[in-house]
């Protein structure tokens, strides 16, 4: 029941985020492992999954084992891979083509062996059990990228109810991470099992699972031969299977960041080994503070940090005459900003000499905001780098450098803590692109580090003004205007930046359903601490008013009303993730048409969803010929568990219901 | 003044160095609706042998944005007998300056497997560059070699979207002794001009200031409205397969007997299974639907590309021991086992996809990119099968390779033929709902029948999850937003081809109450969108390609409620099409009576923005609402 000892407030950085990864401690479970079983007459035979009747295919058996070798070359894992599947229908035929990529690299150290691959597939004749070989000749090598081959292959012989059982065994030098294993794929698996025999006197390795479902482990000490380039020596080896039993298939969900942070899954990290001819053990990250202390000593968070010479000069004319700390801040941000292009891709260490890469002018997250905190603290500011993970990259299973995959810089001034990134050119102090939203960084300070919130407490608003006019006839038109604010500012600017004032137009006529957009003028594209404000006129649109024999039923919130509930499905697996507190505001003055009276306004509205989770104010007067409409939105937190759904789903449709709801005129 | 306004608001965008500046303004045409600009394209074809073709290339394009990027086409497809001898790319910033230069080693070098392809022994050369920012000058060169003279790049000065030409020449040059037939489709038109020499035989064809095609909803596909020139050779070469051919017939001999031939051995078992299972039908029909499906139930469809089995079938025998194959695999197939039971049939090669392409009837040449099996029937159009889908019916094909030419290979000759079209009534939809109102809900009995391409969209729910099938109607209603599917039923009849769903439905606060007023929309269930603006004026062919007819009859029992207001009657009737409603009141029923019939034709541009109103109209109707109390 020993789970390794949670270094430096994995507890609390995870305790947030416990409600969706739950972290499943090693344990012995009740249950064994399974072996596989041969192929019967029944298995054939049966036509649909017992763990999701529907799945077009399932996984029977599925078992990667992982052992190792010393030889010539180093220390090399053997990966035995076999996987037995199920085919129930024609949904699942794509199960039966088989791509499996493995690495090559640039040189014979880094490259990995395929071999010894099989596969077959297992029919019924006459009730009796046939297989067919997948012949060598039809199994294909493919270049995926310089980096990486694959080979390809399908079953033949595939039909409604077929078996198809393959295996193949990678020997691979690249023994820092092994294989990451998951236990569930997009159909249903029956077993599925990864096993490890370590030999523990070189080579210790952490593991981590998550996901929804339990994964059952056993150990066992083993005094195994381990094969050494001088023949077998004997050592004592430990052997762990981790197993699942019937895991359902995984399947997509809007509202979901990254999936595969709730799939079921284990990976192992090699935290301390012992190369064979010495004794000398070297230990690699296996806690938060190792691999805090390895990230420092790179040369990226060393040295780089370090090296002023190329800047010096240029930032002395930057600086010129700031008056504050905050002078120079905003001084610095906006010369990296304006110096450096990022070149889009997500990373922990610098590409470089950050020298080289000042002068080209492009560099990675790291390389530019490496340069940013080295600025910053040239300029006597008290700035550190912080590493994190982008959306896109995922939660690290467990303490691990290779979770990180990017950079940010924090910067203390006066007891106030602000995030900076250079990569974006309409980020501010605390105003970060939407991607680098995930779990949490980590600062990493001279001589101690801390967890860094990189999701917004604050909820970014955007506020719609309209003021319009309804004609006899129905038709309305008048003008809008929006501001946008924080979050929505910063991916407005970025995505109008680069649209043409046409485009800009039409994307507007189209989204609102109205027509002739006229008279566009746009705000504070620059100006960041001020939010960017976008004013337009339309043309008489009809479908907002409705005329039903004297009667006119107007739908109050014109073309701001929300067209469809993003919740349809009855049941959900996932939390519902908004990836950053959101606030909308509406403002509607609409000019009533003369000759008619007000027969119907909705009521007022206050929705609440758990303890203000998300709300919804809906103010309506009618006078004067007029109405007025007040409607916000507000959304309080960035995930919602998976437990609250059916009721989100609820105050979904009842909002949309009251977004319907009408104003009724009548012919005087 | 709007084009002034244009020009300094791209000038104020994009700082060029002033050259650049004074070409810009030059050809300010060509900046519209323009994600690259082609400054000057060359390419020349030389012909030695009829196995022996050289393709230079040179291009010199302004990219002025990311998606402009991969219009440059910096990449080279190559294989056993196409070399790329070179191939070269320099990247300009703004002001002329070279960012970077990419010889051939720069370039990647891959297998050219596409997503759907198991395997395919062709590789790639492409360009793999990220600009950091825009615009770009890219300066792109490169060098071919092949044996392979059956396929001659076309002469297409447009051959992307957003993408505008300030100059194209191309030059081919025939000096071998296999004579060079070309094909103009008609919008070659004075905007390319041309130039003929002999000694050697030399056809210059140069293009200029041609303005970028946008993309517009009710288009034909780009190269049916743009210039195309098309050459072939007379006597040619084909993966160390030689040919000759000047005309259809001659064509589909020459790949009959060495595409086609040799490959339709069956096994004697397999032989036997399929003459005993027609052995007690009767008609051609019957036996061939029984084969189709008998192929359908045994084989799936597996894309393998290599050397000549690029164009010729893998033979009949290996697809019945693997049960698998490409469309020439399983067309093929397909035709041996009808073989075997003594039914001829021709191999089609035709061009697929959703936009309605013909193989150029009156130039013969390699064309196509898939294959169909047809039976010929003397008073009829025969039958017709797509061999790589499992679940579609027997003679039926679809929006896939509907209405268009093809080429039939047969062993008593081949010619271009023409695949059924499903136009107007064939692709028919009718909605029945009964529908009680209890309080502010309703509770409704619904069957929706579909025929033609509306069957094609409805046809899948026969085998879908019970998830999918309910996203399926959240989607399709997504007005009802408390939709309760109680119970369904399908009934796909593949033999009439005909997809019957029968519903049992709810749909909570469908009737608003304001005030007194019983308000609800008179069609629930069956709301047509079209989503067109008409902010721009129409700049591309317009043509609806297969139009479609609704009839719906929607049969509410309103029980004590009283009418408050019942819309009139509506017809709207243009060339475009019919739309119908209609009400009546009887007996406690309200019944709406709904049709639309789209029209199939090719307009004119102008007719465009009527139709867009038409369309606005028909969607307002769908919206319409009556009003009762209670």
Same mark, same amino acid.
């Given at each position: 029941?020993?789970?390794?000892?949670?270094?430096?407030?994995?507890?609390?950085?995870?305790?947030?985020?416990?409600?969706?990864?739950?972290?499943?401690?090693?344990?012995?479970?009740?249950?064994?492992?399974?072996?596989?079983?041969?192929?019967?007459?029944?298995?054939?035979k049966s036509t649909q999954s017992e763990i999701d009747s529907t799945a077009s295919a399932e996984?029977?058996?599925?078992?990667?084992?992982?052992?190792?070798?010393?030889?010539?070359?180093?220390?090399?894992?053997?990966?035995?891979?076999?996987?037995?599947?199920k085919i129930f229908n024609k949904d699942g035929y794509d199960q039966?083509?088989?791509?499996?990529?493995?690495?090559?690299?640039?040189?014979?150290?880094?490259?990995?062996?395929?071999?010894?691959?099989?596969?077959?597939?297992?029919?019924?004749?006459?009730?009796?059990?046939?297989?067919?070989?997948?012949?060598?000749?039809?199994?294909?090598?493919?270049?995926?990228?310089?980096?990486?081959?694959?080979?390809?292959?399908?079953?033949?012989?595939?039909?409604d109810g077929?078996?198809?059982?393959?295996?193949?065994?990678?020997?691979?030098?690249?023994?820092?991470?092994?294989?990451?294993?998951?236990?569930q794929?997009k159909i249903p698996t029956r077993?599925?099992?990864?096993?490890?025999?370590?030999?523990?006197?070189?080579?210790?390795?952490?593991?981590?699972?998550?996901?929804f479902?339990?994964?059952?482990?056993?150990?066992?000490?083993?005094?195994?031969?381990?094969?050494?380039?001088?023949?077998?020596?004997?050592?004592?080896?430990?052997?762990?299977?981790?197993?699942?039993?019937n895991l359902p298939g995984i399947e997509p969900e809007n509202h979901v960041?990254?999936?595969?942070?709730?799939?079921?899954?284990?990976?192992?990290?090699?935290?301390?080994?012992?190369?064979?001819?010495?004794?000398?053990?070297?230990?690699?990250?296996?806690?938060?503070?190792?691999?805090?202390?390895?990230?420092?000593?790179?040369?990226?968070?060393?040295?780089?940090?370090?090296?002023?010479?190329?800047?010096?000069?240029?930032?002395?004319?930057?600086?010129?005459?700031?008056?504050?700390?905050?002078?120079?801040?905003?001084?610095?941000?906006?010369?990296?900003?304006?110096?450096?292009?990022?070149?889009?891709?997500?990373?922990?260490?610098?590409?470089?000499?950050?020298?080289?890469?000042?002068?080209?002018?492009?560099?990675?997250?790291?390389?530019?905001?490496?340069?940013?905190?080295?600025?910053?603290?040239?300029?006597?500011?008290?700035?550190?780098?912080?590493?994190?993970?982008?959306?896109?990259?995922?939660?690290?299973?467990?303490?691990?450098?290779?979770?990180?995959?990017?950079?940010?810089?924090?910067?203390?001034?006066?007891?106030?803590?602000?995030?900076?990134?250079?990569?974006?050119?309409?980020?501010?102090?605390?105003?970060?692109?939407?991607?680098?939203?995930?779990?949490?960084?980590?600062?990493?300070?001279?001589?101690?580090?801390?967890?860094?919130?990189?999701?917004?407490?604050?909820?970014?608003?955007?506020?719609?003004?309209?003021?319009?006019?309804?004609?006899?006839?129905?038709?309305?038109?008048?003008?809008?205007?929006?501001?946008?604010?924080?979050?929505?500012?910063?991916?407005?600017?970025?995505?109008?930046?680069?649209?043409?004032?046409?485009?800009?137009?039409?994307?507007?006529?189209?989204?609102?359903?109205?027509?002739?957009?006229?008279?566009?003028?746009?705000?504070?594209?620059?100006?960041?601490?001020?939010?960017?404000?976008?004013?337009?006129?339309?043309?008489?649109?009809?479908?907002?008013?409705?005329?039903?024999?004297?009667?006119?039923?107007?739908?109050?919130?014109?073309?701001?009303?929300s067209e469809n509930n993003p919740f349809k499905a009855k049941e959900r697996n996932y939390?519902i993730?908004?990836?950053?507190?959101?606030?909308?505001?509406?403002?509607?003055?609409?000019?009533?048409?003369?000759?008619?009276?007000?027969?119907?306004?909705?009521?007022?509205?206050?929705?609440?969803?758990?303890?203000?989770?998300?709300?919804?104010?809906?103010?309506?007067?009618?006078?004067?010929?007029?109405?007025?409409?007040?409607?916000?939105?507000?959304?309080?937190?960035?995930?919602?568990?998976t437990q609250y759904y059916t009721n989100l789903r609820e105050y979904y449709i009842s909002m949309l219901d009251k977004e319907n709801e009408?104003?009724?005129?009548?012919?005087? | 003044?709007?084009?002034?306004?244009?020009?300094?608001?791209?000038?104020?965008?994009?700082?060029?160095?002033?050259?650049?500046?004074?070409?810009?303004?030059?050809?300010?045409?060509?900046?519209? +609706?323009?994600?690259?600009? @082609?400054?000057?394209?060359?390419?020349? /074809?030389?012909? !030695? #042998?009829?196995?022996?073709? =050289? *393709?230079?290339?040179?291009?010199?394009?302004?990219?002025?944005?990311?998606?402009?990027?991969?219009?440059?086409?910096?990449?080279?497809?190559?294989?056993?007998?196409?070399?790329?001898?070179?191939?070269?790319?320099?990247?300009?910033?703004?002001?002329?300056?070279?960012?970077?230069?990419?010889?051939?080693?720069?370039?990647?070098?891959?297998?050219?497997?596409?997503?759907?392809?198991?395997?395919?022994?062709?590789?790639?050369?492409?360009?793999?560059?990220?600009?950091?920012?825009?615009?770009?000058?890219?300066?792109?060169?490169?060098?071919?070699?092949?044996?392979?003279?059956?396929?001659?790049?076309?002469?297409?000065?447009?051959? +992307?979207?957003?993408?505008? @030409?300030?100059?194209?020449?191309?030059? /081919?040059?025939? !000096? #071998?002794?296999?004579?060079? =037939? *070309?094909?103009?489709?008609?919008?070659?038109?004075?905007?390319?001009?041309?130039?003929?020499?002999?000694?050697?035989?030399?056809?210059?064809?140069?293009?200029?200031?041609?303005?970028?095609?946008?993309?517009?909803?009710?288009?034909?596909?780009?190269?049916?409205?743009?210039?195309?020139?098309?050459?072939?050779?007379?006597?040619?070469?084909?993966?160390?397969?030689?040919?000759?051919?000047?005309?259809?017939?001659?064509?589909?001999?020459?790949?009959?007997?060495?595409?086609?031939?040799?490959?339709?051995?069956?096994?004697?078992?397999?032989?036997?299974?399929?003459?005993?299972?027609?052995?007690?039908?009767?008609?051609?029909?019957?036996?061939?639907r029984?084969?189709?499906e008998?192929?359908q139930n045994?084989?799936?469809?597996? #894309?393998?590309?290599?050397?000549?089995?690029?164009?010729?079938?893998?033979?009949?025998?290996?697809?019945?021991?693997?049960?698998?194959?490409?469309?020439?695999?399983?067309?093929?197939?397909?035709?041996?086992?009808?073989?075997?039971?003594?039914?001829?049939?021709?191999?089609?090669?035709?061009?697929?996809?959703?936009?309605?392409?013909?193989?150029?009837?009156?130039?013969?040449?390699?064309?196509?990119?898939?294959?169909?099996?047809?039976?010929?029937?003397?008073?009829?159009?025969?039958?017709?099968?797509?061999?790589?889908d499992q679940k579609i019916p027997f003679?039926f094909?679809g929006s896939?390779?509907?209405?268009?030419?093809?080429?039939?290979?047969?062993?008593?000759?081949?010619?271009?033929?023409?695949?059924?079209?499903y136009?107007?009534d064939d692709n028919h939809q009718s909605t029945y709902a009964k529908i009680d109102i209890s309080g502010i809900d309703i509770i409704a009995e619904v069957e929706i029948v579909t025929k033609g391409t509306q069957y094609q969209s409805h046809y899948f729910l026969a085998d879908a999850d019970d998830k999918r099938i309910q996203k399926h109607y959240n989607n399709y209603w997504s007005h009802l937003k408390r939709l309760n599917l109680k119970q369904y039923q399908f009934n796909n009849n593949k033999k009439e081809v005909q997809f019957s769903e029968n519903l049992n439905i709810e749909v909570q606060n469908y009737i608003k109450q304001?005030?007194?007023?019983l308000i609800f929309e008179v069609n629930p269930f069956n709301k047509i969108s079209f989503n067109?603006?008409?902010?721009?004026?129409?700049?591309?062919?317009?043509?609806?390609?297969?139009?479609f007819v609704v009839e719906d009859v929607f049969e509410f029992h309103i029980g004590e409620m009283?009418v408050?207001?019942i819309p009139?009657?509506?017809?709207?009737?243009?060339?475009?099409?019919?739309y119908k409603l209609n009400f009546q009141i009887k007996d406690n029923t309200f019944l709406v009576k709904r049709y639309i019939k789209l029209?199939?034709?090719?307009?004119?541009?102008?007719?465009?923005?009527?139709?867009?109103?038409?369309?606005?109209?028909i969607e307002?109707y769908d919206q319409i609402k009556a009003s009762f109390?209670s």
């Open positions: 029941m020993t789970k390794s000892k949670p270094a430096l407030n994995l507890k609390k950085m995870t305790s947030k985020i416990l409600f969706l990864i739950c972290l499943v401690s090693t344990c012995i479970g009740f249950s064994q492992p399974q072996e596989l079983e041969d192929i019967t007459v029944e298995m054939l996984v029977l058996y599925e078992k990667g084992k992982i052992s190792f070798i010393l030889d010539d070359l180093g220390w090399r894992y053997v990966f035995e891979m076999h996987r037995r599947i039966a083509n088989i791509e499996i990529p493995y690495y090559v690299g640039e040189s014979n150290s880094a490259k990995e062996n395929i071999k010894r691959i099989k596969a077959y597939t297992y029919y019924l004749e006459n009730d009796k059990i046939e297989d067919e070989k997948v012949r060598n000749k039809d199994i294909y090598d493919l270049e995926l990228s310089e980096l990486v081959e694959a080979k390809k292959f399908t079953f033949p012989k595939i039909q077929v078996i198809i059982d393959y295996s193949f065994i990678i020997e691979s030098p690249h023994i820092r991470n092994l294989p990451k294993w998951s236990f794929s077993y599925s099992e990864y096993a490890t025999v370590i030999p523990t006197e070189y080579l210790n390795y952490r593991s981590q699972s998550r996901g479902y339990r994964i059952e482990t056993t150990t066992e000490e083993l005094d195994i031969s381990l094969q050494t380039m001088n023949g077998g020596v004997q050592t004592k080896s430990i052997r762990t299977r981790n197993y699942t039993r960041n990254n999936i595969s942070n709730y799939t079921t899954a284990v990976s192992y990290e090699l935290s301390s080994y012992r190369s064979g001819g010495q004794y000398d053990i070297e230990y690699l990250s296996s806690s938060w503070k190792d691999v805090i202390k390895n990230l420092k000593e790179s040369e990226t968070f060393s040295k780089e940090l370090q090296r002023t010479n190329y800047f010096e000069e240029d930032l002395a004319n930057v600086l010129e005459g700031a008056s504050s700390q905050m002078d120079k801040i905003n001084r610095i941000l906006n010369f990296v900003k304006s110096k450096m292009k990022w070149n889009e891709e997500n990373r922990r260490f610098c590409s470089d000499k950050l020298k080289r890469v000042y002068d080209d002018g492009v560099g990675n997250s790291a390389d530019i905001n490496i340069m940013l905190t080295a600025m910053l603290r040239h300029a006597n500011l008290n700035a550190n780098p912080v590493v994190s993970s982008t959306i896109s990259n995922g939660i690290p299973f467990f303490p691990t450098v290779s979770g990180f995959n990017y950079v940010l810089s924090g910067v203390t001034v006066d007891g106030q803590y602000y995030l900076l990134d250079a990569t974006d050119n309409f980020s501010s102090l605390n105003l970060l692109p939407t991607r680098t939203m995930n779990w949490q960084g980590i600062e990493l300070t001279p001589d101690s580090s801390r967890d860094i919130r990189l999701v917004p407490e604050k909820a970014s608003k955007v506020n719609f003004n309209v003021f319009a006019k309804i004609n006899k006839d129905g038709m309305l038109s008048g003008q809008c205007r929006v501001y946008y604010f924080d979050q929505f500012a910063l991916n407005a600017r970025n995505a109008f930046s680069k649209t043409s004032e046409e485009k800009v137009k039409e994307a507007y006529e189209k989204q609102y359903k109205v027509n002739n957009v006229h008279d566009f003028s746009q705000d504070n594209l620059e100006s960041l601490n001020k939010p960017l404000v976008q004013t337009f006129k339309f043309g008489e649109t009809e479908g907002f008013v409705e005329k039903i024999g004297e009667k006119l039923y107007i739908s109050p919130l014109v073309f701001l009303k939390p993730d908004y990836t950053f507190p959101k606030s909308y505001k509406f403002r509607l003055n609409i000019d009533l048409p003369e000759g008619y009276e007000v027969d119907y306004v909705p009521e007022k509205n206050i929705f609440n969803f758990s303890d203000e989770m998300l709300s919804f104010t809906y103010i309506i007067n009618a006078a004067n010929g007029k109405l007025v409409i007040d409607v916000t939105k507000d959304i309080n937190v960035a995930i919602i568990p009408k104003v009724v005129l009548v012919k005087q | 003044m709007k084009k002034l306004l244009v020009l300094t608001f791209l000038l104020g965008y994009i700082s060029f160095s002033q050259g650049d500046a004074k070409e810009l303004v030059a050809s300010i045409g060509l900046m519209d +609706n323009a994600n690259s600009l @082609v400054l000057n394209h060359e390419t020349v /074809i030389e012909i !030695t #042998s009829y196995d022996d073709m =050289r *393709i230079t290339e040179s291009k010199e394009i302004l990219v002025l944005n990311k998606k402009g990027f991969s219009d440059i086409g910096a990449f080279e497809p190559y294989d056993a007998v196409t070399k790329v001898k070179n191939i070269e790319a320099i990247i300009y910033d703004s002001n002329g300056n070279e960012i970077e230069k990419f010889k051939k080693r720069h370039f990647k070098d891959v297998s050219a497997v596409s997503n759907g392809t198991m395997y395919s022994d062709s590789r790639v050369y492409y360009l793999d560059y990220t600009p950091i920012k825009y615009p770009i000058k890219v300066k792109y060169s490169s060098e071919i070699k092949t044996k392979n003279t059956a396929f001659i790049r076309s002469f297409r000065p447009i051959s +992307n979207y957003y993408q505008s @030409v300030k100059s194209y020449s191309f030059k /081919i040059i025939n !000096t #071998s002794d296999s004579e060079l =037939r *070309i094909h103009k489709n008609e919008y070659v038109t004075e905007d390319v001009s041309e130039d003929i020499k002999s000694n050697p035989k030399t056809f210059t064809f140069t293009a200029k200031n041609l303005k970028a095609i946008q993309t517009e909803p009710y288009s034909p596909s780009l190269e049916n409205f743009t210039p195309k020139i098309m050459f072939a050779l007379s006597k040619f070469e084909l993966e160390g397969v030689t040919g000759e051919a000047t005309n259809w017939s001659s064509f589909g001999q020459w790949q009959n007997e060495n595409l086609l031939s040799g490959v339709n051995n069956l096994p004697e078992s397999t032989i036997k299974t399929i003459q005993d299972l027609v052995a007690n039908l009767e008609t051609v029909e019957d036996k061939a029984l084969v189709y008998y192929v045994n084989t799936r469809y597996i #894309s393998l590309q290599i050397g000549i089995g690029g164009w010729k079938p893998i033979s009949a025998e290996m697809v019945d021991d693997t049960q698998y194959g490409d469309c020439k695999g399983l067309t093929n197939y397909t035709k041996s086992l009808l073989e075997a039971v003594g039914i001829p049939s021709n191999y089609c090669v035709v061009q697929s996809g959703s936009e309605i392409s013909d193989l150029e009837a009156d130039f013969a040449s390699m064309q196509g990119d898939h294959v169909i099996l047809n039976i010929p029937q003397d008073n009829s159009e025969g039958y017709w099968m797509e061999c790589t003679n094909l896939f390779t509907d209405n268009r030419n093809v080429l039939a290979i047969g062993n008593q000759g081949s010619e271009i033929i023409k695949t059924p079209a136009i107007e304001y005030g007194n007023d067109l603006s008409n902010s721009k004026e129409r700049e591309n062919p317009f043509l609806v390609s297969r139009g009283t408050e207001t009139e009657d509506i017809i709207l009737e243009s060339k475009f099409g019919i029209n199939k034709n090719n307009y004119e541009k102008s007719d465009y923005s009527n139709f867009v109103e038409f369309t606005k109209q307002t109390k």
